[in-house]
């Protein structure tokens, strides 16, 4: 018979082993909401849900052909949204994820803290502002 419940304290090193072999992003399971499917006391799957706030787009007008300029309008923004989010009462605002397209925009996401999710690309995420 399949139990389906809340995951306990108790399972986190075992869903981490298992998040590891699944060749998935790897999650802070701790603040995540997971549910285990245990057969036999065992866990055979998991799936966890995560809140976060998906901040996009980040627009620069083309007309502003001063890179330094740009950056510093980049950054101004994404320093601006970080500090609402900062200040909202729910801890899952603290992270957030963001789709990068363009090459300089994911090295000064990086720079700036992001790290990318899902292997590489162009899917980033910060957590814990």
């Known amino acids: 018979m399949i139990k389906l419940r809340p995951a306990a304290p108790e399972d986190l090193e075992t869903l981490n082993r298992l998040q590891r072999h699944a060749g998935n992003e790897l999650i ?3 603040r995540a909401v ?3 499917a245990e057969i036999e006391g065992k866990i055979e799957g998991f799936v ?12 620069v007008s083309p007309a502003l052909n001063n890179p ?6 980049t950054l101004g923004l ?6 609402w989010l900062k200040r909202q009462p729910y801890p899952w605002a603290r992270n957030y994820f963001a789709y990068i397209r363009d090459a300089v925009f994911q090295r000064l996401a990086e720079a700036y803290g992001l790290r ?12 814990g502002l």
């Not at 966890?48 to 998906?54: C, D, N, P």
């Not at 330094?68 to 309008?73: F, G, M, N, W």
């Not at 994404?78 to 500090?83: F, P, Q, V």
Request: proline share 5%; hydrophobic share 45%; aromatic share 14%.
């Open 28 to 30: 802070d399971l701790r």
């Open 34 to 36: 997971v549910f285990v």
């Open 48 to 59: 966890a849900g995560r809140l976060m706030f998906q901040v996009e787009p980040l627009w």
């Open 68 to 73: 330094t300029t740009r950056r510093r309008v």
């Open 78 to 83: 994404a320093r601006a949204i970080e500090g």
């Open 116 to 127: 990318p999710i899902y292997g590489h690309g162009k899917f980033y995420l910060r957590e």
